[in-house]
Antibody, heavy 119, light 110 residues
Framework: QVQLQESGPGLVKPSGTLSLTCAVS?????????WSWVRQPPGKGLEWIGE???????NYNPSLKSRVTISVDKSKNQFSLKLSSVTAADTAVYYC????????????WGQGTMVTVSS | SSELTQDPAVSVALGQTVRITCQGD??????ASWYQQKPGQAPVLVIY???NRPSGIPDRFSGSSSGNTASLTITGAQAEDEADYYC?????????????FGTGTKVTVL
């Protein structure tokens, strides 16, 4: 079955750029699914960051849109997140997730990766 | 954009029934999905669409919706159901579609 795995630096300096990749295994990123990033600050709730389709179409959370870029690499079967100008408020566990085709829900999640913004 | 509001915490006796609610304007247009999250783990989808359960989710979990309120019901709660639960829905009230999550409900099984 499809599995997702996040990877990237666990520590980012303030004002820097957070970069994460989500590798898709057991299935194709070119399937009829959108692919999302979701984050969760320590002790807090979930926040949707944005989504991408294999065509490259994207939708972003308006609260983060000016700092977020999500891209797809079909040759590597993965998609990526870049978040610029980070502050301590961006410290969180970052999850990648698969949107169920034809439903507004996320059926498969990566295990999550903790990213700390600190000097 | 819309917000989805949940009660912060509820408790339920072992084997009894608990209903978790989620309120928000987006729920008038979109179904809610529901996620269970245990400490240190990724969320797990338990209900989506009108009332669909992914494979492997026990049938004691069910969903319903009325107006601006969606509900997740656990009928015959088990000790392993103790977790945080989040609702989620699409929101298209702005210029572009997005997703919103609820504030979360901590369920304690007594």
């Amino acid at each position: 079955q499809v599995q997702l795995q996040e990877s990237g630096p666990g520590l980012v300096k303030p004002s820097g750029t957070l970069s994460l990749t989500c590798a898709v295994s057991g299935g194709s990123i070119s399937s009829s699914n959108w692919w999302s990033w979701v984050r969760q600050p320590p002790g807090k709730g979930l926040e949707w960051i944005g989504e991408i389709y294999h065509s490259g179409s994207t939708n972003y959370n308006p609260s983060l849109k000016s700092r977020v870029t999500i891209s797809v690499d079909k040759s590597k079967n993965q998609f990526s997140l870049k978040l610029s100008s980070v502050t301590a408020a961006d410290t969180a566990v970052y999850y990648c997730a698969r949107n169920i085709a034809d439903y507004d829900a996320f059926d498969i999640w990566g295990q999550g990766t903790m990213v700390t913004v600190s000097s | 954009s819309s917000e989805l509001t949940q009660d912060p915490a509820v408790s339920v006796a072992l084997g009894q029934t608990v209903r978790i609610t989620c309120q928000g304007d987006s729920l008038r247009s979109y179904y809610a999905s529901w996620y269970q999250q245990k400490p240190g783990q990724a969320p797990v989808l338990v209900i989506y669409g009108k009332n669909n359960r992914p494979s492997g989710i026990p049938d004691r979990f069910s969903g319903s919706s009325s107006g601006n309120t969606a509900s997740l019901t656990i009928t015959g709660a088990q000790a392993e159901d103790e977790a945080d639960y989040y609702c989620n829905s699409r929101d298209s009230s702005g210029n572009h579609p997005l997703y919103v999550f609820g504030t979360g409900t901590k369920v304690t099984v007594l």
